[in-house]
């Protein structure tokens, strides 16, 4: 692939991600270190997406209702982020079969067909527990990061479980994104994976991935809380067929 296919390519999925990430408050990393993995190393991809990651991330924080309220009671798990992918640093790296893209893809399918197919189980955590799941929640997404580059289990389906309302999850998710990225980029800057020049163009990435979001915002703005959780959980049914398929072709 020359350079100009591959900064058309580049382009088109930061579009992609980030209009999904617009209407569902997740999959900019999950999609975009999926399709990117077809022309470069995941820890390249990871590495690419810490700028956009960042400020996407920040914005979904930003258009929220009540952060200090949600840092206050998200705070153990985000911490636990922290030292999960700290814990797991290399594993990226060291990933050569794709086996752990497969598992993610699986659990992500196993939950959305529950959730949305059963109907029946609702998922709620008591007040009462958050105290000590949250930690191991958070240990367990810290290394899923680490592993796979995508900060989506098991803390999406903890914070959905949560009770949250729909502004509040996307911000909820947003700020546990946010902290997984920064505890990543630690991990990538002493592989070597993150460096000025990649940081850079990470920083040219950004455009397309707000573009993608401006425009996937518009359209959750305009649906029902109903129509957002048929959406929300599709989408994870949609992330999890996709990065099985991945793995498997």
């Known amino acids: 692939?020359?350079?100009?296919?591959?900064?058309?390519?580049?382009?088109?999925?930061?579009?992609?991600?980030?209009?999904?990430?617009?209407?569902?408050?997740?999959?900019?990393?999950?999609?975009?270190?999926?399709?990117?993995?077809?022309?470069?190393?995941?820890?390249?991809?990871?590495?690419?997406?810490?700028?956009?990651?960042?400020?996407?991330?920040?914005?979904?924080?930003?258009?929220?209702?009540?952060?200090?309220?949600?840092?206050?009671?998200?705070?153990?798990?985000?911490?636990?982020?922290?030292?999960?992918?700290?814990a797991g640093a290399g594993l990226l790296q060291q990933q050569k079969d794709g086996s752990a893209t497969l598992w993610l893809g699986a659990a992500l399918i196993l939950y959305a067909l529950v959730l949305v197919?059963?109907?029946?189980?609702?998922?709620?955590?008591?007040?009462?527990?958050?105290?000590?799941?949250?930690?191991v929640i958070g240990f367990v997404t810290g290394v899923v990061t680490a592993a796979t580059g995508v900060f989506v289990l098991p803390a999406v389906p903890y914070l959905q479980a949560l009770g949250f309302d729909k502004d509040e999850?996307?911000?909820?998710?947003?700020?546990?994104?946010?902290v997984s990225t920064l505890a990543l980029s630690f991990g990538l800057i002493g592989a070597g994976a993150l460096n000025g020049t990649v940081a850079w163009q990470s920083l040219l990435a950004l455009l397309p991935a707000l573009l993608g979001m401006g425009a996937g915002q518009f359209i959750r703005n305009r649906i029902s809380p109903a129509t957002f959780k048929i959406c929300f959980f599709t989408g994870l049914l949609a992330l999890g067929a996709y990065l099985c398929w991945r793995s498997l072709a």
Not at 79 to 85: E, M, P, V
Not at 117 to 135: H, S
């Open 1 to 86: 692939m020359d350079n100009t296919a591959l900064l058309l390519f580049v382009t088109a999925t930061f579009v992609l991600a980030g209009f999904v990430k617009g209407v569902i408050g997740l999959g900019l990393p999950t999609i975009a270190v999926g399709i990117l993995g077809v022309v470069m190393a995941p820890a390249q991809a990871a590495a690419l997406l810490v700028v956009p990651n960042l400020v996407t991330n920040g914005w979904q924080i930003a258009t929220g209702p009540k952060l200090v309220k949600t840092l206050r009671r998200l705070w153990p798990m985000l911490a636990t982020i922290c030292l999960g992918t700290w």
């Open 169 to 178: 999850l996307v911000q909820a998710l947003g700020i546990s994104f946010i």
């Open 117 to 135: 197919g059963l109907k029946a189980a609702k998922l709620r955590v008591p007040p009462g527990w958050e105290v000590w799941l949250g930690p």
